[in-house]
């Protein structure tokens, strides 16, 4: 298999971090978009890639590192939330909702119009559900504050883990994760998946 | 704890208001795995809520596990681990 060079990722504003070239064997590069986010708690910064691979033709694409061996996405939660719950959520418990389950930040990018409000806090939510699910925080019991949704400048929305679950995920060597959202009609849903490159990132010439 | 402690008549309460689940919350015995019963991880997060505002307390983060949400007993366990009276 040939391999696939997928260039220099270049610093933008912090907190991205330089990302030095990636070889990954046997794909054909579709499209690649860079991301990054930062984590919070244990003052580490992570460095998040979201990419996507097309397979080599007629391959069975199970991605290989260029050593050869298999590497998988080893953590991955998807949730998906009914517009309505979440609105009835709202009606029964008020801002006691809002309080308990996001942070000052998410309520406000949430916004004050009511159908809008609805669906970008039921996305919230469903990401944060999507985190506990792709990092197995399901028996630690974490609270849901410590996941947070951020929207970088461009609009891409990111993951910052706080407190304890911060310090679970340091613990268990996760650094690297992706999330994508998207609603439609009564629905939100948002993926999380732990990621890891396949080459260690390299320090800028 | 009796199975019909004020507790687990509370958690039964929040489960029939909240829990939509498949079977009859009311009737629900302390051990029924609830999430077999339909609970989902939306609707465990307003039975919280609801018992949070009813005995005014908040449930620490440890307890706030899938498996806390698993039963009534568990449920009732929780609350009484959380202060509620």
Known sequence: MRPNYLGL????????????????RGFDVRRVSARASGWSGGGHNGAMLSFHLGS???????PCAPDGQPWWPVGLGVDLVHLPRVAQALDAFGERFVQRLFTAQEALDAGAQPVVR??????????KEAAIKAFGLAEVG??????????LPDGAPVLRVHGRAAAVLQSRGVAHWALSLSHDGDHAVAVVAIVQPAVPAQAAP | ???SSPLFD???????AHGRLSVDARALSPDTDLYESGLTSQCSVNVMLALEGRFDIEFPDHLLTRSTFSSVARIA?????????
């Open chain 1, 142 to 151: 974490v609270n849901w504050r410590d996941l947070e949704v951020a929207r």
């Open chain 1, 9 to 24: 990722l270049r610093r933008k504003t912090s907190p991205h971090e330089w990302i030095g070239p990636l070889h990954l």
């Open chain 1, 118 to 127: 609805v669906e970008r806090l039921a996305a919230r939510f469903a990401a």
């Open chain 2, 77 to 85: 366990d929780a609350l009484a681990q959380s202060g509620a009276a």
């Open chain 2, 1 to 3: 704890m009796s199975a």
């Open chain 1, 56 to 62: 080599a033709a007629g391959s069975a694409g199970v």
């Open chain 2, 10 to 16: 509370a958690v039964r309460d929040a489960l029939a």
